[in-house]
């Protein structure tokens, strides 16, 4: 299997899981400025040189050689299940992508025929019933990751520690778990630990959201979406989420963590 969805940078400095719709626009233009003074042009997602990928085939031995011997610094990056989900959503079936077309082609007018999602027509721009379009997306996300049903999971959608888990069970270590809502600390602890070519300024990187202008914007707070039936779709979903990586589930409302990450833990539950 390898280890797919990991990235290093051309010096070995510094290894990293990707975890879709965890700052990993930003954190790849980190990794690339590290080493070459200068952020990709472009959606990092499209560099197919100047960084070391799994999904290029040119990277693969020297990121296996590397993660195997624990060479170099690894980590990856989490986020509050609630606001990926929604995230997710608002990005995927609501927006337009950069190509200019939908997410996987027919996908969505799909889950409008099949589950009455509703996503701001053609354009992306219509008002729409945000809450009951979304809680019906969480309908179709969980027979997904439940059922394999009728799709596969989509990686954005799916469990963070299913991502994670990847890189543990071929024989990779994570050295820190940062999450996104403490970025700039989290991400300093990295750079602090390691030595790159270029040195990185936190404080002066520009914003590498890529999915940000995708779909319209989130019209309610965060709790407003979900109810008792939504709460429980996303338990479902996201149980080992919730307790590795120490979100709430009781409070939507709280994005933030509430406890310390234990690696151990991580690796030992997830090495499986």
Excluded at 28 to 38: A, E, L, N
Excluded at 82 to 109: A, E, H, M
Excluded at 237 to 260: A, C, H, Q, S, W
């Amino acid at each position: 299997m390898g280890f797919p969805g990991t990235w290093m940078t051309e010096s070995e400095s510094m290894v990293y899981r990707v975890v879709p719709k965890c700052a990993c626009s930003t954190i790849g233009q980190i990794m690339y400025y590290s080493d070459h003074g200068t952020y990709y042009d472009g959606d990092i997602h499209d560099a197919k040189s100047g960084i070391h990928k799994w999904a290029l085939d040119d990277s693969q031995d020297a990121i296996t050689r590397n993660v195997q011997s624990h060479r170099s610094y690894a980590f990856t990056s989490v986020r509050n299940p609630y606001t990926r989900i929604l995230s997710s959503f608002f990005d995927k079936i609501c927006g337009i992508q950069r190509n200019g077309k939908r997410y996987r082609g027919n996908l969505v007018p799909m889950l409008a025929a099949r589950y009455g999602i509703e996503y701001g027509g053609e354009d992306g721009k219509q008002e729409f019933d945000q809450i009951r379009a979304f809680r019906r997306f969480l309908l179709f996300a969980r027979d997904t990751i439940r059922w394999r049903r009728p799709m596969d999971p989509d990686i954005h959608w799916s469990a963070m520690s299913g991502h994670i888990s990847t890189f543990i069970v071929n024989g990779g270590t994570y050295d820190k778990i940062l999450w996104t809502e403490r970025f700039d600390e989290g991400m300093q602890q990295v750079l602090d630990t390691i030595s790159t070519p270029h040195k990185i300024d936190l404080g002066a990187i520009p914003r590498f959201n890529e999915s940000e202008n995708h779909g319209p914007k989130r019209a309610h707070p965060v709790a407003d979406y979900f109810d008792d039936l939504s709460m429980h779709l996303v338990y479902e979903i996201y149980k080992r989420d919730f307790e590795l990586f120490k979100y709430d589930f009781d409070n939507p409302g709280n994005k933030m963590p509430t406890g310390e990450i234990d690696l151990d833990e991580v690796h030992a539950k997830l090495g499986d």
